[in-house]
Structures are given as C-alpha cells and as structure tokens.
Nanobody, 123 residues
Framework: VQLQASGGGLVQVGGSLRLSCAAS????????MGWFRKAPGKEREFVATISWSGRSTYYADSVKGRFTISRDKAKNTGYLQMNSLKPEDTAVYFC?????????????????WGKGTLVTVSS
C-alpha cells in the first residue's frame, strides 16, 4: 500500500487547510487511518485517527475541536480538515494506515506511512 499525502502549504494564524491522503495498491485492503505530525526539534506526535468503518474518530487534545478527520472509502482517500490553525500546528504531517477492519485504531504502530506534507502557520 502506498500513501500519498497532499494539501499542505502556508497559511496565516486562524486559517484553514485540508490535507488528503490517497491510498493505492493493486488491491487496497481494509485499513484504519491516522494522521501524525513532526515539528522541527520535536518528536513525532499523534494527531487523529479514524476507524476502518469511519464511525469512530479520535483526536489529540491539542487539536480537538479544531481538526476533523474523515475518509471516503470508495476513493481510498482520507482527509484532515484543519481549522483555527495556530503557529504550533506548524509541522510535517504524515498519514498512516493500519491494515484490518479496525474500529479502535488507538495504540497501533501502523503498517504503512506516507511521505508527509508540510504545513506552515505564520503569525
């Protein structure tokens, strides 16, 4: 499975961006999807995850209420809508997939990772 994240860019404080993560393979399996980010000088951190069915979502406290994770299973694509962006949201954002019909993806290591897309929030 290959994951391609896109949609990053430069945005002002308070602005919005929508990231996309397209999965491709000869046969795309069922998977739960997560978003992570890595800021300069910091460890990679969890941002949000969505279950295989799309019915369950989980967020880091730092983004709860501002970010929304979703997916379109027919398109094998996931999304991260980011609103009310802050300078501390500046990071490279990665999407990841954990294969299986997983309804609670928290704590998984994730099987596949995309290359990341840079989000820069200017003040």
């Amino acid at each position: 499975v290959q994951l391609q994240a896109s949609g990053g860019g430069l945005v002002q404080v308070g602005g919005s961006l929508r990231l996309s993560c397209a999965a491709s393979a000869r046969s795309v399996p069922s998977y739960a999807m997560g978003w992570f980010r890595k800021a300069p000088g910091k460890e990679r951190e969890f941002v949000a995850t969505i279950s295989w069915s799309g019915r369950s979502t989980y967020y880091a406290d730092s983004v709860k209420g501002r970010f929304t994770i979703s997916r379109d299973k027919a398109k094998n694509t996931g999304y991260l809508q980011m609103n009310s962006l802050k300078p501390e949201d500046t990071a490279v954002y990665f999407c990841a997939a954990e294969v299986g019909e997983i309804e609670d993806p928290r704590g998984y290591e994730y099987d596949y990772w995309g290359k990341g897309t840079l989000v820069t929030v200017s003040s």
